[in-house]
């Protein structure tokens, strides 16, 4: 019995391995079909595309010119988010620092520095931020003054996959969910933020390269 139900339970967790594994639909809009199960909210590639040539990847740098914020779960007299050049310049570096990190393992492709044949082009852009509390800043913030959130807030953003060399575009994902861990509170500061940013940007880049290896 002990062995039947170890085996049942082997069976079980092959099934729904299966299950999750990423699929594509039949439906086929504007030349492109939806994939299931990829790991985001929307993830969509073109129809007959063949991915077993791919076995490179590059990613452009993060696009942020068109990010809004948005304040409403923030009180009224706290609003004090103003996204500075600097920002821009430190959330750009940190996901860079995080592509590089996470192909410094074995994933299922390799990492290029800049476009090549039989290799896909990664353009992310972050859309909307919304966070759950004020800038943590040294001008914004006193030295005192302690708050606490679940997750430091919802982020909107958008990529691009297109063949390295002729730009043709490929597939198209969008993820919006909130970021850190929103089963309890922590305390929201600048340096934990960023902290929590690097794995939500983790989770995007290994979320894609098991995406797009299961559809090869």
């Keep these: 019995m002990k062995y039947l139900i170890i085996a049942l339970m082997s ?34 590639i073109k129809s007959g595309i063949e991915l077993n040539k791919y076995s490179a990847i590059s990613y452009a740098p993060l696009k942020m010119e068109n990010l809004k ?25 940190i996901f860079a620092e995080r592509v590089v990190g ?17 290799a896909l082009t990664v353009s992310f852009e972050l859309l909307e931020f919304v966070p759950t509390a004020s800038k943590d ?20 953003a958008t990529a691009k ?9 490929l597939a198209t994902l969008e993820d ?18 960023e902290r929590k940013l690097r794995l939500h940007f983790d989770a995007w880049l290994s979320r894609l390269d098991e995406a797009l290896a299961g559809l090869k």
């Design 69 to 93: 914020i948005d304040q409403k779960r923030v009180n009224v007299e706290d609003r004090n988010w103003d996204l500075t050049q600097e920002d821009i310049a430190s959330v750009s570096q």
């Design 176 to 193: 919006d969910r909130d970021v850190g861990n929103l089963q309890k509170l922590e305390e929201n500061k600048r340096v934990r933020n």
């Design 137 to 156: 800043s040294s001008v914004s913030r006193t030295e005192r003054s302690s708050i606490f959130t679940k997750g430091i807030g919802r982020l909107h």
């Design 11 to 44: 069976c079980l967790a092959v099934l729904s391995a299966c299950s999750n594994k990423p699929s594509i639909s039949g439906n086929v809009e504007n030349g492109m079909q939806r994939v299931k199960h990829a790991g985001f909210g929307e993830f969509y």
């Design 102 to 118: 996470f192909y410094q393992s074995s994933r299922n492709f390799k990492l290029l520095s800049e476009p090549a044949p039989n």
């Design 161 to 169: 996959i297109s063949d390295a060399v002729t730009g043709e575009l």
